[in-house]
């Protein structure tokens, strides 16, 4: 397709804001360079304005679309030279080739420019749009209908218009290069121009002869020089390569290193598809055997036939059909043969009618050709497919026969694996294969609902005098997502005269998935007396999309349609826009595996490259059993990151499965988790009603990115866990292999100084109660969408994998997620416990130590930072060596209090909400719930009583208290003017860890103070 396909870049720039002065009297005189692909365009030069504003749209032609994503766009801002002697340089923007959108899904957005360097002095933005068009090649019957004479002409006159454009640019190479190259540019000049001449020369002198010897070849040999006269880039970057030798700037050197480093990525993810990449896992061999067709000696059509392939105790069939052509691939573990020898047949079946008019079956066989195992190549990628030859079957009855078909020992990095027979997958199962399936791409949909007007409430006479006023709200739905406005009164003049006009000014925010719903329904209902006003549709296709709040969406007023008898009831004035500058969260906030927004324009290029080996499985637990004798289990792995899902290929009835699959992901935010789930595939085999089972969770485990090294491979097994009603129980252990590719340092860096979310979940936040809602609405999406792919991904995989039940209540993870504000703290009351240990002089040297070290901070406090950094340096360089530098830490059971945990509690996980178990034991539940809601009011209560303290001896509700606090206050102040602040602090630390024999064991005075002044505590009923 891409061959057959003519695509243009075009990059509007639209306009800029607050550029850094750069002529010396305040203002710039800015103009844009864009280079794409070896391109290079320019737009006018906006004299004296720090907001200049183009409007320009400048045209790139894509020379391969298929790579078109791993270019980069690259906007230099510069200041005409004409006008000021100061930097050229205003700032750059460089912008991947991915988040390019097609025609008519762009939008603009405005892009921070970039440093040159560290000392660069830029500041401001510009907007623009980049976007591409797709348009249809000119035919090449037009091409040939052209006379030889016109084509010769174009041929002579094609290198004329190279030569203009190289002047063109040319002139604005010298525009934008330094003065101290201008006489370098002037010695390269005359050797530039002498080059399209020597073309010119060579194309001219072949024209006669092949005009008058081969006029075929030449009418259509001119479609390819116009294509080179139209796309001069080809020529620029060719020119690129020797830019040190031509004298350009350094920094278009630099853009090119840049590029090619951005463009490692995908090379290692093609490389990866191609199966050269498959390092982290074992190779496994298999017997590939393809069947490709088979010629009888006797040509009779009419009878079906297939072939068998028998190796030992090991059979499978090709399909039956009436042509000769199979082409099917078939892959055998190498170590689940007992034999050494392949034996394929070939039968035919004919229709044979009994004695009693019926019809049978009966099969015959056209031959059998045998292969030794042992003499079977072997074919490793990237070398070519085996190209299947024919074979005689041997056979006494029907001799003459042919089967066309390749046999050879691969492992499962061979394209064929994917779609062949697979033996240890139960053959062409579709619910046991490998996939990959992708999430469905989100965005919020914001509709802001304003007022109405004309209101036609259609009440009765009675009706007016008897409802004083009228209560209103909108209804707005989308798909099965409904939200309701606040409700509004409308006055017992507006409702007499049967039409209002309400206002409230209140947003709707909506999960809205691609491809959309066609429309979204906005209804005015009356909850007076329960009817429907008037609706209207919003076609989703006319909603415009934003990328942050820059700009307004645009108000609009929609018609309300009644019933049949009320066509026009009114109006709606509402704002739709479709939020792109967000990330929809799909999955818990904690476990993200993906912040980047919705919309495509603002997307960033990836940082890294994740690749995870799923090795295999050991000691599994049968799940389920098989002819109601003997347990098994048929294991795949799912692994999530991002919106990409993989699935690897069920091994049925093993214990100890091997998978060996390996995928890569993008990366573009280190700090994000990988989620890896085990199950057992219960959807492939079908009860006696005909309807699928279920998966059954085995276990997950989750690995976060940023406690990988980089270019590091971890290879460890993990201890699989699953919580049941029964209890916690260990399933087995999964062996993966994990590694984060990573090219560049700085950009690790930089994304750890940068905000995780988009700029819009910052500037116009959501409450946190909405972002529950949403969150789990997009949950739901994104468990229908998978549920509906083929072969589907279960519901509750979906819903394991994304922990969608993690707001439920579950008493075992209040007890986690106690234990750990417990261990928290700990570290403060190791503190704590040492500051007592010196105070009472446990250990007397080191506390004779830290009088001197008092003195110190006393005299020299200058010093106090450099030491605690100097200190948390020398702590944390000691700590690197004793990290954990085997094993990542993935899901750990024992923090998770799986072992803690009483039955009924796990019993009350697993119940749904409402709860559906007998009323007695929800009883015991909520008095159980009830026991510890009374410890945690007590806890506030104790909480809010310390700071009713504080303000009572501030607001004189016990006039002693606050009395002797004023005289304290009045002597302290007159003891500080006289005593230094040093000499203060010294003496406070000396008589805090004085020596015990000092020491009261009483309460000290100020805590009983404290403890004297009222609270509110005895106010409350």
Same mark, same amino acid.
């Given at each position: 397709?891409?061959?057959?396909?003519?695509?243009?870049?075009?990059?509007?720039?639209?306009?800029?804001?607050?550029?850094?002065?750069?002529?010396?009297?305040?203002?710039?005189?800015?103009?844009?360079?864009?280079?794409?692909?070896?391109?290079?365009?320019?737009?006018?030069?906006?004299?004296?304005?720090?907001?200049?504003?183009?409007?320009?749209?400048?045209?790139?032609?894509?020379?391969?679309?298929?790579?078109?994503?791993?270019?980069?766009?690259?906007?230099?801002?510069?200041?005409?030279?004409?006008?000021?002697?100061?930097?050229?340089?205003?700032?750059?923007?460089?912008?991947?080739?991915?988040?390019?959108?097609?025609?008519?899904?762009?939008?603009?957005?405005?892009?921070?420019?970039?440093?040159?360097?560290?000392?660069?002095?830029?500041?401001?933005?510009?907007?623009?749009?980049?976007?591409?068009?797709?348009?249809? !090649?000119?035919? $090449?019957? @037009?091409?040939?209908?052209? /006379?030889?004479?016109? %084509? #010769?002409? =174009?041929? &002579? +006159?094609? !290198?004329?218009? $190279?030569? @203009?454009?190289?002047?063109? /640019?040319?002139?604005? %190479? #010298?525009? =934008?290069? &330094? +003065?101290?190259?201008?006489?370098?540019?002037?010695?390269?000049?005359? /050797?530039?121009?002498?080059?399209?001449?020597?073309?010119?020369?060579?194309?001219?002198?072949?024209?006669?002869?092949?005009?008058?010897?081969?006029?075929?070849?030449?009418?259509?040999?001119?479609?390819?020089?116009?294509?080179?006269?139209?796309?001069?880039?080809?020529?620029?970057?060719?020119?690129?390569?020797?830019?040190?030798?031509?004298?350009?700037?350094?920094?278009?050197?630099?853009?090119?290193?840049?590029?090619?480093?951005?463009?490692?990525?995908?090379?290692?993810?093609?490389?990866?598809?191609?199966?050269?990449?498959?390092?982290?896992?074992?190779?496994?061999?298999?017997?590939?055997?393809?069947?490709?067709?088979?010629?009888?000696?006797?040509?009779?059509?009419?009878?079906?036939?297939?072939?068998?392939?028998?190796?030992?105790?090991?059979?499978?069939?090709?399909?039956?059909?009436?042509?000769?052509?199979?082409?099917?691939?078939?892959?055998?573990?190498?170590?689940?043969?007992?034999?050494?020898?392949?034996?394929?047949?070939?039968?035919?079946?004919?229709?044979?009618?009994?004695?009693?008019?019926?019809?049978?079956?009966?099969?015959?066989?056209?031959?059998?050709?045998?292969?030794?195992?042992?003499?079977?190549?072997?074919?490793?990628?990237?070398?070519?497919?085996?190209?299947?030859?024919?074979?005689?079957?041997?056979?006494?009855?029907?001799?003459?026969?042919?089967?066309?078909?390749?046999?050879?020992?691969?492992?499962?990095?061979?394209?064929?694996?994917?779609?062949?027979?697979?033996?240890?997958?139960?053959?062409?199962?579709?619910?046991?294969?490998?996939?990959?399936?992708?999430?469905?791409?989100?965005?919020?949909?914001?509709?802001?609902?304003?007022?109405?007007?004309?209101?036609?409430?259609?009440?009765?006479?009675?009706?007016?005098?008897?409802?004083?006023?009228?209560?209103?709200?909108?209804?707005?739905?989308?798909?099965?997502?409904?939200?309701?406005?606040?409700?509004?009164?409308?006055?017992?003049?507006?409702?007499?005269?049967?039409?209002?006009?309400?206002?409230?000014?209140?947003?709707?925010?909506?999960?809205?998935?691609?491809?959309?719903?066609?429309?979204?329904?906005?209804?005015?209902?009356?909850?007076?007396?329960?009817?429907?006003?008037?609706?209207?549709?919003?076609?989703?296709?006319?909603?415009?999309?934003?990328?942050?709040?820059?700009?307004?969406?645009?108000?609009?007023?929609?018609?309300?349609?009644?019933?049949?008898?009320?066509?026009?009831?009114?109006?709606?004035?509402?704002?739709?826009?479709?939020?792109?500058?967000?990330?929809?969260?799909?999955?818990?906030?904690?476990?993200?595996?993906?912040?980047?927004?919705?919309?495509?324009?603002?997307?960033?290029?990836?940082?890294?490259?994740?690749?995870?080996?799923?090795?295999?499985?050991?000691?599994?637990?049968?799940?389920?059993?098989?002819?109601?004798?003997?347990?098994?289990?048929?294991?795949?792995?799912?692994?999530?990151?991002?919106?990409?899902?993989?699935?690897?290929?069920?091994?049925?009835?093993?214990?100890?499965?091997?998978?060996?699959?390996?995928?890569?992901?993008?990366?573009?935010?280190?700090?994000?988790?990988?989620?890896?789930?085990?199950?057992?595939?219960?959807?492939?085999?079908?009860?006696?009603?005909?309807?699928?089972?279920?998966?059954?969770?085995?276990?997950?485990?989750?690995?976060?990115?940023?406690?990988?090294?980089?270019?590091?491979?971890?290879?460890?097994?993990?201890?699989?866990?699953?919580?049941?009603?029964?209890?916690?129980?260990?399933?087995?252990?999964?062996?993966?292999?994990?590694?984060?590719?990573?090219?560049?340092?700085?950009?690790?860096?930089?994304?750890?100084?940068?905000?995780?979310?988009?700029?819009?979940?910052?500037?116009?936040?959501?409450?946190?109660?909405?972002?529950?809602?949403?969150?789990?609405?997009?949950?739901?999406?994104?468990?229908?969408?998978?549920?509906?792919?083929?072969?589907?991904?279960?519901?509750?995989?979906?819903?394991?994998?994304?922990?969608?039940?993690?707001?439920?209540?579950?008493?075992?993870?209040?007890?986690?997620?106690?234990?750990?504000?417990?261990?928290?703290?700990?570290?403060?009351?190791?503190?704590?416990?040492?500051?007592?240990?010196?105070?009472?002089?446990?250990?007397?040297?080191?506390?004779?130590?830290?009088?001197?070290?008092?003195?110190?901070?006393?005299?020299?406090?200058?010093?106090?930072?450099?030491?605690?950094?100097?200190?948390?340096?020398?702590?944390?360089?000691?700590?690197?060596?004793?990290?954990?530098?085997?094993?990542?830490?993935?899901?750990?059971?024992?923090?998770?209090?799986?072992?803690?945990?009483?039955?009924?509690?796990?019993?009350?996980?697993?119940?749904?909400?409402?709860?559906?178990?007998?009323?007695?034991?929800?009883?015991?539940?909520?008095?159980?719930?009830?026991?510890?809601?009374?410890?945690?009011?007590?806890?506030?209560?104790?909480?809010?009583?310390?700071?009713?303290?504080?303000?009572?001896?501030?607001?004189?509700?016990?006039?002693?208290?606050?009395?002797?606090?004023?005289?304290?206050?009045?002597?302290?102040?007159?003891?500080?003017?006289?005593?230094?602040?040093?000499?203060?602090?010294?003496?406070?630390?000396?008589?805090?860890?004085?020596?015990?024999?000092?020491?009261?064991?009483?309460?000290?005075?100020?805590?009983?103070?404290?403890?004297?002044?009222?609270?509110?505590?005895?106010?409350?009923?």
């Amino acid at each position: 397709m891409a061959d057959n396909v003519l695509r243009k870049l075009i990059v509007e720039i639209c306009s800029a804001r607050n550029l850094m002065p750069k002529d010396g009297q305040g203002t710039a005189s800015a103009y844009a360079v864009v280079d794409f692909d070896g391109q290079r365009r320019r737009t006018k030069t906006k004299f004296r304005d720090l907001n200049p504003q183009w409007d320009e749209k400048l045209e790139f032609f894509v020379h391969d679309t298929s790579t078109m994503g791993e270019e980069i766009l690259e906007i230099n801002l510069c200041n005409d030279k004409k006008t000021g002697k100061r930097s050229t340089f205003l700032g750059k923007v460089k912008i991947a080739g991915s988040s390019f959108a097609a025609a008519g899904s762009e939008t603009l957005v405005y892009y921070p420019l970039e440093k040159r360097s560290v000392f660069s002095q830029i500041k401001g933005e510009i907007g623009l749009k980049a976007y591409y068009v797709d348009e249809n !090649p000119p035919a $090449p019957p @037009a091409a040939t209908e052209q /006379k030889p004479e016109a %084509a #010769a002409a =174009t041929v &002579e +006159k094609a !290198p004329e218009n $190279p030569k @203009a454009e190289e002047g063109k /640019k040319e002139t604005e %190479a #010298a525009k =934008t290069e &330094e +003065k101290n190259e201008g006489d370098k540019k002037k010695e390269e000049k005359p /050797k530039k121009e002498a080059k399209p001449e020597e073309k010119k020369t060579d194309a001219a002198a072949p024209a006669p002869p092949d005009t008058k010897a081969k006029t075929p070849d030449t009418a259509a040999a001119p479609p390819p020089p116009p294509v080179e006269i139209k796309n001069p880039p080809l020529p620029q970057k060719a020119e690129t390569v020797k830019h040190n030798e031509l004298g350009i700037k350094p920094e278009n050197v630099n853009r090119q290193d840049l590029i090619g480093s951005d463009l490692q990525l995908p090379s290692l993810t093609r490389d990866q598809n191609r199966g050269g990449g498959y390092d982290l896992v074992d190779r496994m061999p298999f017997l590939y055997i393809r069947v490709a067709k088979a010629k009888r000696a006797k040509n009779d059509g009419s009878n079906p036939i297939y072939a068998k392939l028998v190796i030992g105790t090991n059979g499978v069939k090709t399909r039956s059909q009436t042509g000769n052509d199979w082409d099917q691939v078939f892959a055998f573990e190498k170590e689940s043969l007992n034999s050494t020898s392949l034996e394929v047949s070939v039968w035919s079946e004919e229709k044979v009618e009994k004695e009693d008019k019926t019809m049978m079956t009966t099969e015959s066989c056209l031959g059998t050709v045998s292969f030794d195992l042992q003499e079977v190549p072997k074919r490793v990628p990237p070398d070519s497919p085996l190209a299947p030859q024919w074979y005689t079957l041997e056979s006494e009855k029907s001799p003459g026969n042919d089967v066309m078909l390749a046999v050879w020992l691969g492992t499962q990095a061979d394209e064929a694996f994917q779609e062949a027979w697979q033996s240890d997958s139960g053959g062409l199962i579709p619910e046991t294969r490998s996939k990959v399936y992708l999430s469905p791409k989100l965005w919020y949909l914001r509709l802001t609902v304003i007022q109405t007007q004309d209101l036609q409430l259609g009440l009765g006479s009675e009706a007016k005098s008897k409802i004083p006023t009228t209560e209103l709200y909108v209804k707005a739905q989308l798909g099965p997502q409904v939200f309701k406005t606040a409700r509004t009164s409308i006055g017992p003049s507006a409702s007499s005269s049967g039409s209002g006009n309400p206002t409230w000014n209140e947003d709707l925010v909506f999960v809205a998935s691609e491809p959309f719903e066609p429309f979204l329904i906005v209804t005015v209902e009356d909850i007076t007396n329960g009817q429907s006003i008037g609706q209207t549709k919003i076609h989703m296709g006319s909603v415009e999309r934003r990328n942050d709040d820059r700009t307004e969406p645009k108000s609009r007023w929609f018609n309300l349609v009644g019933d049949e008898n009320k066509p026009y009831s009114g109006r709606i004035h509402v704002k739709v826009c479709l939020e792109g500058g967000y990330h929809v969260l799909d999955e818990a906030a904690h476990v993200t595996s993906d912040v980047r927004p919705s919309a495509k324009q603002l997307a960033k290029p990836p940082i890294g490259l994740l690749e995870v080996g799923i090795r295999g499985a050991t000691n599994l637990l049968p799940v389920k059993t098989r002819d109601g004798t003997r347990g098994t289990t048929d294991a795949y792995v799912v692994a999530k990151y991002g919106p990409k899902w993989i699935r690897t290929r069920t091994i049925l009835d093993r214990f100890n499965p091997r998978w060996n699959e390996q995928y890569t992901w993008d990366v573009y935010d280190p700090c994000t988790v990988l989620t890896i789930g085990v199950f057992d595939n219960g959807r492939y085999k079908q009860d006696e009603s005909g309807k699928q089972g279920r998966d059954v969770r085995v276990g997950k485990i989750r690995l976060r990115l940023s406690t990988l090294d980089m270019n590091r491979i971890y290879l460890n097994s993990y201890t699989l866990t699953v919580i049941l009603p029964s209890g916690a129980k260990k399933m087995g252990e999964i062996e993966i292999a994990v590694r984060f590719s990573c090219p560049s340092w700085l950009s690790i860096i930089q994304t750890y100084v940068t905000p995780m979310l988009p700029r819009m979940h910052y500037v116009r936040p959501l409450g946190p109660a909405q972002q529950d809602i949403l969150r789990h609405t997009a949950m739901r999406i994104v468990t229908a969408r998978l549920a509906r792919s083929e072969p589907p991904l279960g519901q509750e995989v979906v819903q394991y994998m994304l922990d969608t039940d993690n707001h439920v209540w579950s008493m075992r993870r209040s007890k986690a997620n106690w234990f750990r504000v417990i261990t928290f703290l700990s570290r403060a009351a190791t503190i704590a416990r040492w500051v007592h240990g010196i105070r009472t002089w446990v250990h007397p040297p080191t506390t004779v130590l830290v009088h001197l070290l008092l003195v110190a901070i006393v005299l020299c406090p200058h010093l106090v930072l450099p030491t605690v950094f100097m200190y948390a340096f020398l702590i944390l360089a000691l700590r690197f060596r004793s990290r954990g530098r085997v094993k990542v830490n993935s899901v750990d059971p024992r923090l998770s209090c799986v072992d803690s945990v009483a039955p009924d509690e796990l019993d009350e996980e697993f119940d749904g909400f409402p709860a559906t178990r007998p009323p007695e034991v929800v009883r015991i539940r909520y008095d159980r719930l009830r026991a510890l809601a009374g410890r945690a009011q007590t806890l506030l209560g104790d909480v809010a009583a310390q700071g009713e303290r504080v303000e009572a001896l501030f607001n004189w509700r016990d006039p002693r208290a606050t009395c002797i606090f004023v005289v304290f206050c009045l002597f302290a102040s007159f003891l500080f003017y006289i005593v230094p602040f040093k000499v203060f602090v010294l003496g406070s630390g000396f008589y805090y860890i004085r020596h015990p024999r000092f020491r009261d064991d009483m309460p000290s005075v100020p805590v009983n103070f404290f403890r004297r002044l009222p609270s509110m505590s005895d106010q409350i009923l």
